[in-house]
């Protein structure tokens, strides 16, 4: 295929246009291929043992980058639409050329538009919109079949697109997104065109019709690690760029050791080498981490704290403690942490369509590569912000109250009815985390304001299982957003107990309401309560759990005078 002149950041490589993922270049539509195709020589390693050992590979690394060719692509969709004689076709079909971009049916030679729909299944398969059979059904494809969609005119709804052929047949695309619309029509070809043509699989399922730029075309399964102590300090982060010649103990000689610490220009030495694999060998030999365990150790961590040390400012981790002023912030909050420098890796590990499917080994979450790989696509970025600890003794107190039992029940019976339609296991609803959860958009909303940050360059990293509760806000953006200091700064004392204040008064109320405090199904599969976008919801892209699971009246109770004062925060901001 002809190269393609279009680019896009690394970090959209794994949330925006990653592999399986359709790319939008000018007047073209590809799909980005997998990893047997990528360019690995120019794609740059990337430290984070930890996040590595949990999806089950033995390294990261960040999409390749500096090179023509480093992210090959597939043209997807492959039928394409005149714009001007309104014929439908592929490529070789309208322009005479299979690599052709312009149309050779008609004297305009336009440019060729990708057809605007297409058709996958909960497997991740997809395909082409299969135009002729919505037409003619059974009659096979020839030339007497020159097919054309017109408008006409009426609305700008699928309906007002009519599929004419040349044989007579003529019918509308308004009924093409039915649940059922492709039975009888197609079954699913079990096409992965990211893989190539030698990986197409036996799928019984009927494919759903979806416009190309959908958003449920593609959901990344993105897992992501913050480096904590001691993979974060300089001497780990060494030891793992040259883990490929020392993980082997028959490998490991003097001669090597010696090589390995003359590349450090001196800063490390053959000893703190061997004490480093020693510890990397006793930290693998552990049980497998899962993504639970990881936000464990991140929590030990940043509740820990660890100093700025002159000794090593290579080190990709300071948290400091800060005092907390009383009463101005409420004793459920137990600590507070000003994170001045952290490291997070995100990795791609996979990706779904129609159903959001995230987890390892679950059907319908398709591979990245034909050919198993001992490596993931990676990235990098370098934040700052906020971290604060809760009492759990009293958050599990408080959610055994009938106010927040109630709304656990409302919210657990949206979460199982989502789960039966999907065919998952259904999540168990932890209401003190959906309170945190609600909090995290607080500030998120008051520190943007605060410290200057657009909303969506701030992220929440929740931390609440039956043991602990804790929530950081940070930066962490490949941008100029990235790391200024200025969340941290609103970590000192006098600033978080007026940004908290400020915050909770401010999301007390809402200007929907009364609607907005006492709706009981709203947001996506009505997995929300009290919750809108005037006062609780926040950019995509801060959110860990889609906008969903939050409850406002979890912090402020309701307008029944009853649960006024069973919200977590009543006391605080009063009536």
Same mark, same amino acid.
């Given at each position: ?443 998120? =909303?008051? #520190?943007? !304001?605060? %410290? ?7 992220? +929440?990293?929740?931390?609440?299982? $039956?043991? *602990? ?55 996506? =599969?009505? #997995?929300? !309560?009290? %919750? ?7 950019? +995509?892209?801060?959110?860990?759990? $889609?906008? *969903? ?27």
């Amino acid at each position: 295929m002809r190269k393609v002149d279009a680019t896009a950041r690394r970090s959209q490589l794994l949330s925006t246009y990653g592999i399986g993922g359709l790319f939008p270049s000018e007047t073209s539509s590809f799909m980005i291929v997998g990893l047997d195709y990528w360019n690995e020589e120019n794609a740059q390693h990337v430290s984070e043992p930890r996040l590595a050992r949990s999806l089950k590979v033995r390294e990261l690394k960040s999409p390749p980058a500096g090179g023509g060719r480093d992210v090959p692509v597939v043209r997807f969709p492959r039928k394409q639409i005149c714009p001007f004689c309104r014929r439908v076709g592929t490529t070789a079909e309208l322009s005479g050329d299979w690599n052709g971009s312009k149309c050779g049916k008609c004297k305009e030679k336009a440019l060729l538009s990708p057809f605007r729909l297409i058709v996958a299944c909960n497997r991740g398969h997809i395909d082409d919109f299969p135009i002729h059979r919505w037409l003619h059904k059974k009659l096979p494809e020839g030339p007497s079949h020159e097919i054309k969609m017109t408008a006409l005119g009426k609305t700008s709804s699928l309906d007002d697109l009519v599929l004419t052929c040349g044989c007579g047949e003529t019918r509308s695309l308004g009924k093409a997104f039915g649940a059922e619309a492709m039975k009888g029509v197609t079954q699913c070809r079990g096409l992965r065109p990211w893989l190539g043509h030698d990986h197409t699989e036996a799928c019984d399922e009927t494919p759903r019709v979806l416009q190309r730029g959908a958003s449920n075309v593609w959901f990344p399964a993105v897992r992501s690690a913050i480096s904590i102590p001691p993979y974060s300090e300089a001497l780990a982060k060494f030891v793992n760029r040259h883990w490929t010649a020392l993980e082997d103990p028959a490998a490991v000689n003097d001669a090597l050791l010696a090589n390995i610490a003359k590349a450090s220009n001196g800063k490390f030495t053959s000893d703190d080498i061997v004490v480093e694999i020693k510890r990397r060998r006793e930290s693998d030999e552990g049980a497998d981490l899962d993504e639970d365990e990881l936000r464990r150790q991140e929590y030990k961590a940043l509740l820990e704290g660890r100093g700025e040390r002159k000794a090593d400012r290579d080190s990709d981790f300071v948290s400091e403690t800060v005092e907390i002023l009383r009463p101005r912030v409420p004793d459920l909050i137990t600590h507070v942490r000003k994170v001045t420098r952290l490291r997070e890796v995100r990795a791609l590990y996979g990706f779904s369509r129609l159903n959001g499917v995230a987890e390892l080994g679950q059907e319908g979450l398709c591979k990245l590569s034909g050919e198993e790989k001992y490596w993931l696509p990676a990235i990098e970025v370098i934040g700052e912000g906020i971290f604060m600890a809760f009492d759990r003794i009293k958050l599990h107190d408080w959610a055994q109250r009938p106010f927040a039992k109630r709304r656990e029940r409302t919210l657990q019976t949206a979460a199982t009815r989502q789960a039966d339609e999907f065919k998952r296991t259904p999540p168990t609803v932890d209401i003190a985390k959906v309170a945190i959860h609600t909090l995290a958009h607080l500030l998120i =909303d008051q #520190l943007s !304001l605060d %410290a200057g940050y657009p909303a969506s360059s701030l992220r +929440e990293r929740l931390f609440v299982d $039956n043991e *602990t509760a804790g929530l950081l806000i940070y930066t962490a953006s490949s941008d100029s957003a990235g790391s200024l200091g200025g969340v941290a700064s609103q970590a000192d004392p006098e600033r978080f107990a007026a940004a908290l204040d400020e915050g909770l008064h401010r999301l007390s109320w809402c200007s929907t309401d009364p609607v907005c405090i006492e709706s009981t199904a709203t947001g996506t =599969d009505a #997995l929300n !309560l009290a %919750a809108c976008h005037a006062c609780a919801l926040v950019p +995509e892209t801060s959110c860990e759990l $889609n906008n *969903t699971y939050l409850d406002r009246a979890l912090l402020f109770g309701t307008q029944d005078e009853d649960e006024q004062i069973e919200g977590l925060f009543s006391a605080y901001v009063g009536p």
